[in-house]
C-alpha cells in the first residue's frame, strides 16, 4: 500500500527545517526539528511475534497455505514476505512503545492492526502488533496498566479478543456500529456510532466518553489507534468527518494525554480514502500534531 511512503514523504516535508541536535539524522537528512526524527527497524523476533500468534497460523502465512475461507478473511496474499512486512510492523510499534516510555510521544508510521487474532487474521491485519508490545511489557513490567485508544472507523475485534480477561489492559473503541466487521467483541468501552455520522456528533461523543473512561482506569501507558477511515470520502470507514474534524479529535486526544504525561505510541490504524493522496495527508497530519505537542 503506497499510504505508507506517501505519508513519510508529507511528514518529511512538513517538519522544521532545523537540524537535529546531533550532527547525523539516522536517515542522513538534516531537516527534521529535534521533536521529529525517523528510524527505521528490522523485523521483530519471532519469539516476541509467538507470545501473542500460534506457531501453525505463522507457518501458514509464510508458506501460503492459508485455507480458502481463511485466506478471503484476511484480504491479503499470504507469503513469507507478507509475514516479513507484518514483523516489521510489529517492530515499527515496539520501538514507538520504549520509545514512548522514555521520551513521552512516539509514532509507528504503520501498525494499528486491530482485526489479528492469535490464530488468524481478519481486514487487512495478519499481526496484531499493539497486542504483542503489550504482551512484551508485560514480561518486565507485569503490573502495567495500558490504555488501548482506538478511534479507527472499524471495531478492534482482535485486540478485544486478546485482552478480554486482563484486567491491566482497557480497550476503547470508538467506532461505526453497523460496520466491520459483522461480528464485534465486545471490549472495555465501545461506543457505537450510526452509520454517516457527522464530525460534530462524533466529537461530542469521543469528549463525553473518552475522558472519564480515561481518569477512571489511570493508564500508565496508551496505545492511540488513530485511523483515518473515519474521513467523510473514505471508502469503507462510514462516517463523515472532514479535515477540520481531524484536527479537532487528535487535538483533543493530544491534550488529554500530554496534560496528563502518559506516554503514548501512536499508530497508524485504516485509511481507505478514494484519494489515496488524501489518506497518506490524514496519516501524516497527526504525526506532525503530535510533533508539536511534543515540543509544547
Known sequence: ?????????LIRAGSSPLPPPSACHPLDDKRFSPALSI??????PFDLVLRVHTNDYLEQIRTGSLDPRAALKLG????????????????????????????????NLAGGTHHAFPDHGQGYCVLNDVAIAIRDLHVTRP????????TDAHQGNGTHAIFAADQRVFTYSIHVGKNYPAVKTSGSLDVELP?????????????????????????????????????????FGQMKLNDADFGARDEHIL??????????????????????????RIHAATVLRAATFFRA
Open 195 to 235: 452509520r454517516y455520522v457527522g464530525g460534530a456528533d462524533y466529537l461530542e461523543q469521543l469528549e463525553a466518553t473518552l475522558a472519564p473512561a480515561f481518569f477512571d482506569f489511570a493508564p500508565d501507558l496508551v496505545f492511540w489507534i488513530a485511523g483515518a477511515d473515519p474521513h467523510e470520502h473514505d471508502r
Open 39 to 44: 528510524h527505521p527497524v528490522d523485523p521483530a
Open 143 to 150: 503490573e502495567l496498566r495500558v490504555f488501548v485508544l482506538d
Open 76 to 107: 491479503l496474499p499470504a507469503c513469507e514476505a507478507l509475514l516479513t512486512r507484518s514483523r516489521l510492523e510489529v517492530a515499527g510499534t515496539l520501538a514507538a512503545t520504549y520509545a514512548a516510555l522514555t521520551d513521552g510521544l512516539a509514532c
Open 1 to 9: 500500500m503506497d499510504k505508507f511512503w506517501r505519508a513519510e514523504a
Open 255 to 280: 491534550r488529554l494525554v500530554t496534560r496528563t504525561r502518559t506516554p503514548t505510541a501512536i499508530l497508524y490504524g485504516g485509511g481507505y480514502n478514494r484519494d489515496r493522496e488524501h489518506t497518506a
